[in-house]
Structure formats: structure tokens, C-alpha cells
């Protein structure tokens, strides 16, 4: 499994980010995939999720602000973010939600975003 996940930065409160995650090594089409953060300090959360059948789950925190897509076509999950806060300034990660915490989690380098005036 491989995950390559971009398109974050410094970004003023307000703003916006998409965020893209390449993956291969595996069916992506079949598996729900999630997207996680992880701030300085604090334990790695879930942000978002899209299943197979394109159903999307979002944390209460950014309920509303961020939305998951995905391209099966190009193995590529997606994460609009907007109406950033500072409190949303991690390193994002994306992953196959059925593998985290098995023999098959393998986290990529996870993308930074800081959002900061």
C-alpha cells in the first residue's frame, strides 16, 4: 500500500485548502477510505470518510466546512476544506479505514496544514 497524500500550507483563518491522497497497491475502489489529522500533541482523529458507495461521514468539528470526494478512475481521494480555524492547523493523513490499527496500516508522510494569521 502507498499513500502520497498533498496540497496542503499556511493558510489565513477563513481560507481554504483541497487536499489530494494518491493511492495504489491495493482495490481502491472497494474500500472506504478516511481522512485523519494530527495536531502537535494530541492523538490522530478522523476527519472525514468516504465508502465504497460513496457514503460520507464527517467529525462534528468540521461538519459542514470540509467535504470528501473521490476518483476512482485516478485512485485519488479528495478533502475540501473551508472556513478554516486555526484549531484545524495538523498533518493530514488519508488511509483505508478497515486497515488502521491492523497488519496492513501504513501511513504515507501525511500533508501539513497550518492555518495561522
Known amino acids: 500500500v502507498q499513500l502520497v497524500e498533498s496540497g496542503g500550507g499556511l493558510v489565513q483563518p477563513g481560507g481554504s485548502l483541497r487536499l489530494s491522497c494518491a493511492a495504489s497497491?491495493?482495490?481502491?475502489?472497494?474500500?472506504?477510505m478516511g481522512w485523519y489529522r494530527q495536531a502537535p500533541g494530541k492523538q490522530r482523529e478522523m476527519v472525514a470518510r468516504?465508502?465504497?458507495?460513496?457514503?460520507?461521514n464527517y467529525a462534528d468539528s468540521v461538519k459542514g466546512r470540509f467535504t470528501i470526494t473521490r476518483d476512482n478512475a485516478k485512485n485519488t481521494v479528495y478533502l475540501q476544506m473551508n472556513s478554516l480555524k486555526p484549531e484545524d492547523t495538523a498533518v493530514y493523513y488519508c488511509?483505508?479505514?478497515?486497515?488502521?490499527?491492523?497488519?496492513?496500516?501504513?501511513w504515507g508522510q501525511g500533508t501539513q496544514v497550518t492555518v495561522t494569521s
Open positions: 488511509h483505508p479505514e478497515a486497515w488502521v490499527g491492523g497488519p496492513n496500516e501504513s
Open positions: 497497491g491495493y482495490i481502491f475502489s472497494v474500500r472506504a
Open positions: 468516504i465508502s465504497g458507495d460513496f457514503t460520507t
